[in-house]
């Protein structure tokens, strides 16, 4: 048997070091005790909200803002150091934590979020997230070992879109880093908004995204990808309020760079964007205009008597534009270049009238039009009147319908 032996004056040493370091263990252990946060996570409507990770998250103050205490030496995580627990099916959760400082109460993930916090009660105290925790959470000091009970967590979920992005031939997008946009427009005309991720697709080619909305009532999404230069944007998305989920097809209407054969020309790639659409037109919907409370669609054509033909079927007009306001609005949800309207002078020369009937009470005119033609389209948001024989007949394959009432959902 072996014997290890140590100088008398070294053991006393290193017996001293360990009496102290289990002092200050202890002294630690009692002042971060172990603590249990409890309660239950709801919507606005006070319904519960099932299997959400509720988070204790650790912060450190950065100069009047608090972010999430980081391990030293680590890669950065896809979520923050966090005690955590997820809601039941009545949206109550219990977190035991051993804390000593500052804490963020929040929602997981944190980084990538998938629901916002919009206040917290506890006791008959409200708090409300501000600076740049607005929708994660809130910080707090809570006394350690001690127990917070019944708190109340209102939080919002955020819409989840499913996308499948396939290539030309229908074969999956894989392991490809794209960028997703999203338009979202209100129908009350509040809540637009402009945002834009980068996702990675899996073997599959698919992805999931989460958006939050910026308006409590109806809205649209207009949402599109773009990759190696071309831009796929898909039907609008019409969103009601509590819809939690939607699913998206994009499908390349080019050879993607990677799929073309060796030596291939490439130089078309320069005009794909143009032809693949774009993020920022809402076309295929209907769309009210608070202010009328007219609905209004903006469609593919051949020429405006197709235009005429499809308003027919839908019990619509080709637009009047009536005022500045209506003028603006249209250009704000739609892009208004070489798009028919349902101006004309078809019957007389010079008169002109609207598909509708109404009265013509407002023009925009572009300054170098010479109103000699029958039929006017939105150039650039002004007015310009063409006929079978300009060029800018065969380049204008869009209209803008009109109908006092939306079309009711069957």
Same mark, same amino acid.
Not at 310 to 331: F, K, P
């Given at each position: 048997?072996?014997?290890?032996?140590?100088?008398?004056?070294?053991?006393?040493?290193?017996?001293?070091?360990?009496?102290?370091?289990?002092?200050?263990? #202890?002294?630690?252990?009692?002042?971060?005790?172990?603590?249990?946060?409890?309660? +239950? &996570?709801?919507?606005?409507?006070?319904?519960?909200?099932?299997? +959400?990770?509720?988070?204790?998250?650790?912060?450190?103050?950065?100069?009047?803002?608090?972010?999430? !205490?980081?391990?030293?030496?680590? @890669?950065?995580?896809?979520?923050?150091?966090?005690?955590?627990?997820? !809601?039941?099916?009545?949206? #109550?959760?219990?977190?035991?934590?051993?804390?000593?400082?500052?804490?963020?109460?929040?929602?997981?993930?944190?980084?990538?979020?998938?629901?916002?916090?919009?206040?917290?009660?506890?006791?008959?105290?409200?708090?409300?997230?501000?600076?740049?925790? *607005?929708?994660?959470?809130?910080?707090?000091?809570? @006394?350690?070992?001690?127990?917070?009970?019944?708190?109340?967590?209102?939080?919002? +979920?955020?819409?989840?879109?499913?996308?499948?992005? #396939? +290539?030309?031939?229908?074969?999956?997008?894989?392991?490809?880093?794209?960028?997703?946009?999203?338009?979202?427009?209100?129908?009350?005309?509040?809540?637009?908004?402009? &945002?834009?991720?980068?996702?990675?697709?899996?073997?599959?080619?698919?992805?999931?995204?989460?958006?939050?909305? $910026?308006?409590?009532?109806?809205?649209?999404?207009?949402?599109?990808?773009? $990759?190696?230069?071309?831009?796929?944007?898909?039907?609008?998305?019409?969103?009601?309020?509590?819809?939690?989920?939607?699913?998206?097809?994009?499908?390349?209407?080019?050879?993607?760079?990677?799929?073309?054969? @060796?030596?291939?020309?490439?130089?078309?790639?320069?005009?794909?964007?143009?032809?693949?659409?774009?993020?920022?037109? =809402? #076309?295929?919907?209907? &769309? *009210?205009?608070?202010?009328?409370?007219?609905? $209004?669609?903006?469609?593919?054509?051949?020429?405006? @008597?197709?235009?005429?033909?499809?308003?027919?079927?839908?019990? =619509?007009?080709?637009?009047?534009?009536?005022?500045?306001?209506?003028?603006?609005?249209?250009?704000?949800?739609?892009?208004?270049?070489?798009?028919?309207?349902?101006?004309?002078?078809?019957?007389?020369?010079?008169?002109?009238?609207?598909?509708?009937?109404?009265?013509?009470?407002?023009?925009?005119?572009?300054?170098?039009?010479?109103?000699?033609?029958?039929?006017?389209?939105?150039?650039?948001?002004?007015?310009?009147?063409?006929?079978?024989?300009?060029?800018?007949?065969?380049?204008?394959?869009?209209?803008?319908?009109?109908?006092?009432?939306?079309? *009711?959902?069957?």
């Amino acid at each position: 048997m072996k014997h290890s032996f140590y100088p008398k004056g070294l053991f006393l040493l290193i017996t001293a070091i360990s009496f102290f370091i289990g002092l200050v263990s #202890r002294s630690i252990a009692q002042e971060a005790e172990i603590g249990t946060f409890s309660g +239950r &996570v709801i919507d606005k409507g006070g319904n519960p909200i099932v299997g +959400r990770a509720v988070a204790i998250i650790p912060v450190e103050d950065g100069d009047g803002a608090w972010f999430p !205490t980081e391990a030293d030496d680590a @890669e950065w995580p896809d979520d923050p150091l966090a005690f955590q627990a997820k !809601t039941d099916k009545e949206g #109550r959760f219990t977190i035991n934590a051993r804390i000593q400082g500052p804490v963020m109460l929040g929602l997981l993930p944190y980084y990538k979020p998938e629901a916002a916090i919009l206040k917290v009660k506890i006791g008959e105290m409200f708090a409300y997230p501000s600076g740049n925790a *607005v929708g994660r959470g809130i910080v707090f000091a809570p @006394e350690p070992g001690k127990a917070i009970e019944d708190i109340e967590i209102t939080a919002k +979920r955020f819409l989840r879109v499913q996308g499948k992005v #396939r +290539r030309m031939d229908g074969t999956p997008l894989d392991n490809a880093r794209i960028k997703f946009s999203v338009r979202q427009l209100g129908f009350d005309g509040e809540g637009d908004a402009n &945002v834009s991720w980068g996702i990675q697709t899996d073997v599959g080619g698919d992805f999931v995204q989460y958006i939050e909305s $910026y308006t409590d009532g109806p809205a649209f999404y207009i949402v599109s990808i773009r $990759y190696q230069g071309q831009h796929v944007a898909a039907k609008p998305i019409v969103v009601k309020s509590g819809d939690q989920m939607h699913k998206v097809i994009f499908t390349f209407k080019n050879p993607l760079m990677s799929d073309l054969p @060796e030596g291939a020309p490439r130089s078309f790639q320069a005009g794909v964007s143009a032809a693949s659409g774009t993020v920022t037109d =809402a #076309r295929g919907v209907w &769309v *009210v205009n608070p202010a009328n409370g007219h609905a $209004y669609k903006k469609i593919s054509c051949i020429g405006p @008597e197709d235009a005429i033909a499809q308003a027919t079927e839908e019990d =619509a007009y080709l637009v009047a534009i009536n005022d500045e306001a209506e003028q603006v609005w249209l250009g704000r949800v739609f892009i208004l270049h070489h798009t028919f309207i349902g101006l004309n002078n078809i019957e007389k020369e010079g008169q002109w009238q609207w598909h509708s009937g109404e009265p013509v009470t407002y023009t925009n005119w572009a300054d170098s039009d010479k109103r000699d033609e029958d039929y006017v389209i939105l150039f650039g948001g002004q007015w310009m009147d063409i006929g079978p024989n300009d060029i800018h007949w065969r380049l204008t394959r869009t209209a803008i319908l009109e109908r006092k009432k939306p079309p *009711v959902e069957k």
